[in-house]
């Protein structure tokens, strides 16, 4: 049996995809499909080449958008690079641009599309390039969620708070239930913004920003958090957990910042005597507080270019982007927190072929692997991406 046999209506859970195999893309989930075209091969010796002549013949039809996380060889060719604010303030900064080229993962791509105008295409060169944490929070689990804090008589003082990494389906849910998107650029001022609203926030899903944030920016203690796993019945929580709690944190993680320790940060201070510790907020709350900074991408950035020279710093946060503030800061000593290399494996998969394919691919009149978010899910995710850019402190974000 495959997922197209099921009877009409029948949705499939995450658990009957894994066992009866998937055989047709699912642009619903953040789950990859095969690149559908003819690659250019990776060790075609033109293809840096090939990527500046597509990008020259389409001139200002194409604007191309990079994240902090891309590889180099890609980055290169970015109009903007930013993390995942910055890049959702600038997605629908040149209406004048056709093809919007997303060189990210595929929730920024949606948000792309969401923030821009109709006539604009949101291109992701990879469909593959997804992200483990998204895919944490399916729109049925939440819908579960939500009717559970019915049953428990207190969703009418939960405002939902949603992490940027998150399906178009989810930044919906958050805007018909009157909550907000953040980043890890402002997620203080997002819960800030839902406490003066409402008693309780459900935090979707990462946990680990949720509870750092209200924990070491809002004063919070760990018990005002609970954790809801979604495969556990109500979650695995007492109603009067839920009615006790201030803080109801999905249980998500990324993959990438989530495997720093306790004892990655004890070894670096080891190896090098001195060092300072800097860490992005999606890393454990026991890795955070041991760390002596703690800043979304954009904060790292502006840290290490505040630095003295000299110093030695230690980042925990995805590789390619601490490969490129080590080359860029020769005369401080900048070292990756764990001795184990880790990139971004669904960042990685936008390579050069890729966008090249892509890229020529617009030259010939053909737009491939174009992300479309269906317009009811559209309005309301663009209602609480919207109240996101609204927040004071995203206005005061200069870039
Ligand atoms: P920011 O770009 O908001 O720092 O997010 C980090 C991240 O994990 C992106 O996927
Ligand atoms: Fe997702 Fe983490 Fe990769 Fe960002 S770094 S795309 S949150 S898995």
Redesign the pocket.
């Known amino acids: 049996m495959t997922v197209t046999d099921l009877p009409e209506g029948v949705e499939p859970s995450p658990l009957m995809r894994l066992l009866i195999g998937r055989n047709e893309p699912d642009l619903r989930t953040e789950r990859g499909v095969e690149c559908p075209g003819d690659l250019p091969s990776p060790s075609d010796p033109d293809l840096v080449e090939r990527a500046r002549a597509a990008k020259a013949a389409l001139g200002d039809q194409v604007f191309v958008l990079g994240?902090?996380?891309q590889r180099d060889e890609v980055i290169q060719f970015a109009d903007v690079t930013?993390?995942?604010?910055k890049?959702a303030q600038q997605a629908a900064a040149r209406p004048e641009s056709h093809y919007v080229v997303f060189c990210?993962?595929h929730f920024?791509a949606e948000s792309a599309d969401i923030l821009t105008a109709a006539h604009q295409q949101v291109v992701l060169p990879d469909l593959a390039a997804g992200?483990s944490?998204a895919d944490m929070a399916a729109a049925s689990q939440v819908e579960d969620c939500w009717d559970a804090l019915v049953d428990a008589d207190v969703a009418d003082g939960v405002v939902p708070v949603s992490y940027?990494?998150s399906s178009a389906d989810i930044k919906a849910f958050t805007g018909r239930h009157g909550g907000t998107i953040c980043?890890?650029?402002n997620a203080k001022a997002s819960l800030e913004w839902a406490f003066g609203k409402g008693e309780k926030v459900l935090f979707l899903p990462d946990q680990h920003l949720g509870r750092n944030t209200a924990v070491l920016q809002l004063g919070m203690s760990t018990d005002d958090c609970v954790l809801w796993d979604p495969h556990k019945p109500q979650g695995g929580l007492t109603t009067q957990q839920l009615r006790d709690a201030r803080m109801i944190l999905w249980r998500g993680h990324?993959s990438?910042?989530g495997r720093f320790s306790l004892d990655s940060v004890h070894e670096v201070r080891e190896r090098i005597p001195g060092v300072n510790v800097l860490v992005?907020p999606?890393c454990k709350h026991e890795v955070v507080t041991a760390a002596d900074h703690v800043g979304?991408?954009?904060v790292i950035i502006q840290t290490l270019e505040a630095a003295p020279a000299g110093s030695a710093w230690a980042l925990g946060?995805?590789l390619n982007l601490v490969k490129r503030l080590a080359a860029r800061h020769t005369d401080k000593q900048v070292v990756f927190l764990d001795r184990t290399v880790c990139f971004?494996s669904t960042?990685n998969r936008i390579d050069l072929p890729h966008l090249v394919w892509s890229l020529e691919s617009l030259v010939e009149g053909r737009v491939v692997n174009r992300i479309r978010v269906d317009d009811d899910t559209a309005h309301w995710a663009k209602v609480a991406l919207e109240q996101m850019l609204a927040l004071p402190s995203s206005k005061a974000r200069k870039d």
């Open positions: 994240h902090h996380y930013g993390d995942s604010f890049l990210g993962v920024m992200c944490m940027m990494n980043t890890s650029s990324c990438v910042h992005h999606e979304s991408t954009e946060t995805e971004c960042m």
